[in-house]
């Protein structure tokens, strides 16, 4: 099941057969037409609300209302509202610096967490065939279309301070009653690792899957102890559906606002929290653009996952091809 | 098989083609652990009483009887319904049609634009939605200000983030077509508008299907850009309602309006992926309604 490389890859191609072929038959710029609308919409309404992004980010305060005024002349670029963020990420005690270590921290365990959790599960499933894997992999592709707010909203029920956890400790004796929602670090990590989990397992699985099971025979009968089969082989040609998968949740999880705001409090908030309560939370000219700074340095950093996902998912599907 | 001599990890991975019955035990308990807080979650939307951890027997008064705080008495609660119910239409009737023109475009069009063109159809896929949901905000904010906020933005907000997943589902489907249909068709006389309308289109059917019910899906659950291009009270969407009285909702009927977001989402994709498999089996194909539905939720 190559799911990977046909989504994100450019998926099989067929060789245009010269002046004879379909192209011949079609009207010039027939394709092209058809495309037109979508590329449009996508131009007006993706690549120019970044750019509005970058001009808030560097543009001016309205003396007299105080509302931000966007510069859309990048040889005007004010660079107030960056030297902001950049100095607050900086400072010892900077308010960006604290929420964002935080940030770093919360993803990176969540993400470890995942791994751990998930890897298994997709080897599992990897090894499942018939009925039990296809009753599997619905049970795994459930949790994509459940709301991700719905799913945290079943925590924080469960969470409560007379909900089903404490009782069940209680109960059982493990640990005492906890106070889970109120700014509990652990509690907003395995809340991440909870929402994004499934993201990773399925691109973990299909990268398992894709393994021929003859290279793993192979190892086993030229003597390698199933641990060292595992280790020297399997999990190698692993490697890439672990990467697009760490990749796949690394990037959401670092825009994530509402997990952090729904299981904790603002001892727990994460860096998009910020974001949205610069955006959202005031009317002032300069919260925008320090916001909008925000928004630009928080994508510059994920875009280098970006890019790396994207080169190696097509290198993935072009190796596949061959 | 497998030589005798076995390691430390060895009661963990026994043998690579046997019953593997600690990694059977262990994935099970994930699915359980993934699967009941919902499970549970939607029960208490069925409590009687007012908590959301103490059972007191089955009623239906969350959803309808309770005269002030059920989700079809509750104005905030059927408000919610109402206006995700909305969206969802709206962007579905709105995001299919482009997207599937797109990804005809896009899968036929060979040209120096075609490549950046692809990019650019991709790149939302893999912006997070904060990003995206920011940028619309601003836009709306500064540039195009015609657009009010509310409904009308978070269509358009809904739109952008869609048409990427009309594309993907098609794709798949066209590039296992071919171009022999149309070919024949042409061959045989018709028009290039006729061999798409009459040929190409009824065979793509099944998965443009799938894609309106995708759309459905993904609008339902979208939380980030509702809550960004909102005008607060009467466009607040059922994800936001979660996010905004999660905490400190007191009774069950949060959990309702959560339950009725889920059947919903889940009810348009049972659909989808019903239609995609009559699709595969139509072609000869074996497929599982999970291997189709994963294929491009990526």
Known sequence: MRAMPEVLGRGRRRRDRGPTGLAALYPRGFWQALAAPGLLWLVALFLVPFYAILATATGRVDPIFGTALPEWNPLYWQPDAFGYVVHELAAPQGIFRIVFLRTLRYVASAVVLCLVLGYPVAYYMSRLRGRARNTFLLLMVLPFWVSYLMRMLAWVNLLQRDGLVNRVLELTGILEPQRWLEGKSLTVVLGLTYGYVPFLILPVFAALDRIDRHVVEAAL?????????????????????????????????????????????????????????????????????????????????????????????????????? | MSPPGRDRLGWLLPDPWRRPRFLAVYAWLFVAWSVLPVLVAVLFSFNAGRSRSTWQGFSLRWYLSDPDLSVVHDPTLRGAVLQSLELAVLTMAVATPIGVALALGLARWRGRVSQPANLLMLLPLVTPEIVLASGLFLAFVHLYRAVPFGTPAQLLGHVTWSIPYVVVVLRGRLFGLGREYEEAAMDLGASPAEALRRVLLPLLAPAILAAFLIVFALSIDDFVTSQFLSSGEGTVTIPMLIYGTGRTGENPSLNAVATVMLVLSLGALALAGAALRSFSRRRGARASAAGELMRFEL
Do not use: C, H, K
């Open chain 1, 221 to 322: 009968d030229l003597g390698a102890s199933p641990a060292r089969t595992f280790l020297r082989v399997t999990l190698p040609l692993s490697r890439q559906g672990v990467l697009a998968g760490t990749a796949i949740i690394t990037l959401p999880m670092f825009g994530d606002f509402y997990t952090a705001q729904l299981l904790g409090n603002l001892q727990t908030s994460m860096i998009g929290s910020l974001v949205n309560f610069y955006l959202q939370g005031s009317t002032l000219g300069s919260a925008q653009a320090r916001g909008a700074a925000l928004v630009v340095v928080l994508a510059a950093m994920v875009s280098l996952l970006t890019v790396y996902y994207l080169v190696s998912t097509a290198r993935a599907a072009r190796e596949a091809e061959r």
